[in-house]
Each structure stands twice: as C-alpha cells, then as structure tokens.
C-alpha cells in the first residue's frame, strides 16, 4: 500500500479537507495504514475532519481539494494573476481561486472547457500534478514494467507515473498493481504529499565545504533538503529542492558554484568577499540577497532560470545568457546600499528599484522594461551602452543618465 514506509517530515499547511471539527474518542482511522500520518496532521491542525468527528480516511479525495493541497505545500499562498475559465467552476466556488493558482504556475490544465472540481483524482493524475509540481524531469518509462497493469496507465501519464516511482512518492500495491484509474483516497493524498514535506528535523541541512557535488545525477530524480550551505568552491548543486535557504559563504573566494534544475523556496544569500561566479541552469529562486563583505558576485543565468526578486547590498554583475526563462525579473537597490557601488547588467530585466543613496547602474547589453528611483535616491549615475534601452523611466529625484542607449519614456517626478 502506498504510504507505508514514507518519511515523515512537516509542513504546516492549513488544509481543509471536509468541514471544521473536532476529533471524538472514537477516531475512524486507529489501526489505518495512515494512522502516523493523520494523527500527527490531526494533532498539528494541518488536517480537519467532518463535523462529525470522522476522518474518513478511505474516502476518495476530489480533484479540487487534491489541487488545494498541492498549492499550499508547492507556497502558492498569493492571489493568482491568472483567472481560471472552466465552464464546471464558478466564480463563487471555494476552488475557484485555488485552482487559478495552479493553472497559472502549470501544476493543472483542465479538460478543454471543463475542470471536474468534485471529480474523484485518480492516481494517475495525481502523479501528474506533484510531478509539476516537484519540476520532476521525466524520461525512461521501464520501471512502470513492474505492474502487471501497466498497459492501463494512459500515455499521457506514463512518463510523470515514472518519475514519482523513480523519486520513490508512489508505489504499487501488494497484488502488483498501479492502478492507475483507480480514485486516491484522503490517506493516500496525505501520504503523498507527506513525502514532499519539511519540518525542522524532517530533511536535513547540509554544508558543503570543498569541491563536490549535491544532488541528484539522475534523470527524473530530486534530492530534498531543508538548508544548504556552500563554503567551497567548484561546487555542482544538481537536481534539488531546497525548502529552506541556500547560503554561499566565504570560503567560495573567486571559484563557482553551478546549479543546475534546482529550486530554492527560501532565500538565496551571497556572502564573504571574493569574486565568485554563479552560475544558474534551468533553476528558479524566489529570493536572492548579495550581501558580500567585499568585491563583486556575478550570477548567469541559462535555460528555463527565473530569478522573482534580487536584493543588491553589495557590488553584483548580473548577466542572461542563452534560454526561455524570465531570468532577473526584480531587482532591488536598497537604502542601505553603500554610495558608489557599481551594479552592472547584461540581459532584458524586468523592474529594477532605486533606492538607494549614489549607487551606479551600468547597463551594458539588452534592455531594462522599467527603471524607477525612489524620491531618496539622490546621486544615481545610470549608464547606458551603445544598443541598450530603456522602456520606462520613473525618476522621482535627479538622476544622472549617460551613454548611448536609449530611454524610450521618461517620466519625471523630482517634486514629489
């Protein structure tokens, strides 16, 4: 049965699974399988049971409340941008919004004009949707061999089935089977996503203190940890999802560390002096911090890498190199970044901020879609190579532009 030897790890996620209420004496899941599991998410709030005290662990889990797990273990707390448009969910619908969040990052695409919200899940889309999730790469189908039902798995869903059987999420059942069409109960989605989880003491943090590499080599393979923290150079992080924050620390000096496929939900913090290079493939970060003692860091970007918000505190050269991803999308100078550091970029960024007092922005190559400095901003020298553009500038005290590029709107506000 699948959920039996998972790991037990923690994630506070305010799951509604049924209508508020409190557990009687009598629990319907003492002697379940999943018995370990519910108790603690029971016991820790993360899971409420029916009005009538029951848990009904052996009841079949719908589409709608398997998507709303999903969204708070992947942190898809905020409002979606992206507004979903299934002729079977109305606006009004409790799901409504849960399932916009995992339309708009990919997680589920729906059946045509339908999205079968009280639908049964089925394993199979199940395996599916943490697949997305995880970022699972997926490739060689031969484990699936091992169910003597293997030929009912879809074709669409082979290929994800593999990957959580390979990252060890899902097994089959003791007779042998997958059963692929068959509906997940709510112990099993609990299982599953357990498996996923984090607390502190559930995945352990690491330091990496000399040449070596983390992670997984493996294709369709994901390493978990909670925090990782390099202080060695020449350092390959592969195939992760970090729960916790990255930290790269001192002992980095003028070496690189690469990450390839690897996805950080806390903060990235670049630390020590030095002039490290780091270097991102297909990796997604929410929040990187450059806050180096002395010299300057410089980040590449390739393939699918989409930096949310970097936060300069200290000298940076950020560069976009070949790939689809969004890259550098927010960048932050803040007021505590000292007069007279140098920011330079390479690429099309997205928001770059100001607030900082003298700092200078070098734009050597590619584009900036919106420049903004804060009212507080006095001293800013922005440099702008031959080619380079500005879509929009918001300039709200005196700023010093030179070279030439191009700044196609400017907007002026040093009154304000």
Same mark, same amino acid.
């Given at each position: ?293 002395? %010299?300057?860091?410089?980040? /590449?970007? *390739? +393939? !699918? #890498?989409?930096?949310? $918000? ?68 006095? %001293?800013?020298?922005?440099? /702008?190579? *031959? +080619? !380079? #553009?500005?879509?929009? $500038? ?23």
């Amino acid at each position: 049965m699948i959920g039996r030897k998972l790991v037990t790890v923690g994630l506070s996620l305010g799951l509604l699974l049924g209508s508020a209420g409190h557990m009687s004496a009598a629990a319907d899941y003492e002697g379940h399988w999943a018995q370990k599991q519910m108790s603690r998410w029971l016991e820790k709030g993360w899971l409420k049971g029916f009005a009538d005290g029951s848990v009904r662990p052996d009841q079949a889990i719908t589409r709608a409340e398997f998507i709303a797990l999903i969204n708070q273990l992947a942190g898809l707390t905020a409002e979606s941008k992206v507004k979903a448009d299934f002729s079977d969910l109305p606006k009004t619908s409790w799901a409504y919004e849960e399932i916009s969040k995992a339309l708009e990052v990919g997680i589920i695409k729906g059946y045509g004009g339908t999205i079968r919200p009280g639908d049964p899940v089925m394993r199979q889309e199940a395996a599916i949707m943490v697949s997305r999730m995880m970022y699972f790469e997926t490739g060689s189908t031969e484990v699936l061999s091992m169910f003597r039902d293997k030929d009912q798995i879809a074709g669409w869903s082979k290929a994800d089935v593999a990957a959580l059987i390979i990252a060890g999420g899902m097994k089959g059942y003791p007779d042998g089977r997958f059963a692929p069409e068959q509906a997940m109960t709510r112990a099993e989605a609990i299982a599953l996503l357990d498996y996923y989880n984090v607390t502190s003491g559930g995945l352990q943090s690491v330091t990496i203190s000399h040449s070596e590499g983390l992670g997984s080599f493996e294709p369709g393979a994901i390493k978990y940890y909670n925090n990782v923290t390099v202080s060695g150079y020449d350092v390959l992080l592969q195939n992760l999802k970090i729960f916790g924050d990255l930290v790269l620390e001192e002992g980095i000096g003028n070496g690189e560390v690469n990450l390839d496929s690897v996805e950080v939900l806390g903060k990235v913090i670049i630390q020590g002096s030095g002039d490290p290079s780091v270097q991102l493939k297909n990796t997604t970060m929410n929040q990187v911090i450059v806050q180096k003692n002395s %010299g300057t860091a410089r980040l /590449l970007t *390739e +393939g !699918t #890498t989409w930096v949310k $918000a970097l936060s300069v505190q200290s000298g940076v050269n950020l560069e976009e190199g070949e790939g689809t991803g969004d890259g550098f999308t927010d960048i932050d100078l803040p007021s505590g970044l000292a007069a007279g550091i140098v920011v330079t970029l390479n690429g099309n960024f997205g928001d770059v901020n100001i607030e900082a007092k003298g700092p200078v922005l070098h734009l050597q190559k590619g584009s900036i879609r919106t420049l903004k400095t804060a009212a507080t901003a006095t %001293g800013v020298k922005i440099e /702008l190579d *031959e +080619g !380079t #553009t500005v879509t929009q $500038a918001i300039l709200n005290t005196l700023t010093k532009v030179t070279g030439a590029g191009k700044v196609q709107d400017a907007i002026v506000k040093e009154d304000e």
